[in-house]
């Protein structure tokens, strides 16, 4: 079990997480706007981690979508006419 455990961690360490082909665009010497996931995030600092900017492109569609699905379903629920 051990051996199993090791392997698969050896293996996640080996294929790693980011490379520099995410980096969407520098803002400046110490920030860097980052895509993951089809997310924007800010980095600042190699040192530090990333944050969610909150207004990219893919959440505004996934909040119009699931905004839409809402509206259905109360127009379903309450029968409201279209």
Do not use: W
Not at 16 to 43: F, H, L, N, Q
């Amino acid at each position: 079990m051990k051996k199993i455990i090791l392997l698969a961690l050896t293996a996640l360490m080996m294929v790693g997480c980011g490379t520099d082909e995410s980096v969407k665009y520098k803002v400046s010497d110490a920030y860097v706007i980052v895509e993951i996931d089809s997310c924007e995030y800010i980095k600042y600092n190699p040192a530090y981690g990333f944050q969610h900017k909150g207004n990219c492109r893919f959440c505004k569609e996934r909040r119009q979508k699931e905004l839409e699905e809402l509206v259905e379903q109360i127009k379903e629920n309450y029968g409201i006419p279209q």
